[in-house]
């Protein structure tokens, strides 16, 4: 089983609709959780951070769900400008400085 | 503020050459690390550098050589390319090593053919 995985997409969205995707993790002892947005041919941008409780930033919502261990990303009233791609991230070992894990992103297109 | 800087953005190789991929970042943060880009396989660890002065390697190292030359800039060295290492290359610095501190900040990236 890989250490992150998601589902590549991509998925296609109508404007204004609501899109969730989740995102898995193989490693239980792992602390830290991201989302990064990617557009095309650029690099990975920090889109938030995912708190145990669960956490929202405008339209989007993360959530962390250690039991079934995988985190979840949702966008309300989705933008045309939300179209890109949307990797997870995971930080996995305690102390060290070894960076992060990422899935390798699902695709979002948001159509007019 | 730059953030973090890399050079070049594209460059062409023929096997067998050799090149540096260069990278500053001018935000003080302690970390540094050098991540590929492949399509279907998602970012994955070159090498990383948890402090000047030190670094290891990441999850595909083999093909690369890395120095931290200072707190501000780590590169990343090609000695013999192979087509194996076309690929976008990333450098991303962080602020520290544990817990949701260690967001990662990434350069603009430099794609790199090997042909």
């Given at each position: 089983?890989?250490?992150?995985?998601?589902?590549?997409?991509?998925?296609?969205?109508?404007?204004?609709?609501?899109?969730?995707?989740?995102?898995?993790?193989?490693?239980?002892?792992?602390?830290?959780?991201?989302?990064?947005?990617?557009?095309?041919?650029?690099?990975?941008?920090?889109?938030?951070?995912?708190?145990?409780?669960?956490?929202?930033?405008?339209?989007?919502?993360?959530?962390?769900?250690?039991?079934?261990?995988?985190?979840?990303?949702?966008?309300?009233?989705?933008?045309?400008?939300?179209?890109?791609?949307?990797?997870?991230?995971?930080?996995?070992?305690?102390?060290?400085?070894?960076?992060?894990?990422?899935?390798?992103?699902?695709?979002?297109?948001?159509?007019? | 503020?730059?953030?973090?800087?890399?050079?070049p953005k594209f460059?062409?190789?023929?096997?067998?050459?050799?090149?540096?991929?260069?990278?500053?970042?001018?935000?003080?943060?302690?970390?540094?690390?050098?991540?590929?880009?492949?399509?279907?396989?998602?970012?994955?660890?070159?090498?990383?550098?948890?402090?000047?002065?030190?670094?290891?390697?990441?999850?595909?190292?083999?093909g690369y050589n890395?120095?931290?030359?200072?707190?501000?800039?780590?590169?990343?060295?090609?000695?013999?390319?192979?087509?194996?290492?076309?690929?976008?290359?990333?450098?991303?610095?962080?602020?520290?090593?544990?817990?949701?501190?260690?967001?990662?900040?990434?350069?603009?990236?430099?794609?790199?053919?090997?042909?």
């Amino acid at each position: 089983r890989k250490e992150v995985e998601q589902d590549p997409g991509p998925f296609n969205v109508p404007e204004g609709a609501t899109v969730a995707f989740n995102c898995t993790y193989s490693n239980s002892a792992s602390q830290s959780f991201f989302w990064y947005r990617q557009d095309c041919r650029k690099e990975p941008k920090l889109l938030m951070s995912v708190y145990s409780s669960g956490n929202e930033d405008g339209r989007f919502t993360a959530q962390l769900n250690r039991a079934s261990q995988y985190i979840s990303l949702l966008i309300r009233d989705s933008k045309l400008s939300d179209s890109a791609t949307y990797l997870c991230a995971v930080k996995n070992s305690g102390g060290g400085a070894d960076g992060l894990t990422f899935g390798k992103g699902t695709h979002l297109i948001i159509q007019p | 503020n730059a953030g973090v800087t890399q050079t070049p953005k594209f460059q062409v190789l023929k096997t067998g050459q050799s090149m540096t991929l260069q990278c500053a970042q001018d935000m003080n943060h302690n970390s540094m690390y050098w991540y590929r880009q492949d399509p279907g396989m998602g970012l994955r660890l070159i090498y990383y550098s948890a402090s000047e002065g030190t670094t290891d390697k990441g999850e595909v190292p083999n093909g690369y050589n890395v120095s931290r030359l200072n707190k501000r800039e780590f590169s990343l060295r090609l000695e013999s390319a192979a087509p194996s290492q076309t690929s976008v290359y990333f450098c991303a610095s962080s602020e520290v090593g544990t817990g949701h501190l260690e967001k990662l900040f990434f350069g603009s990236g430099t794609q790199l053919s090997v042909l």
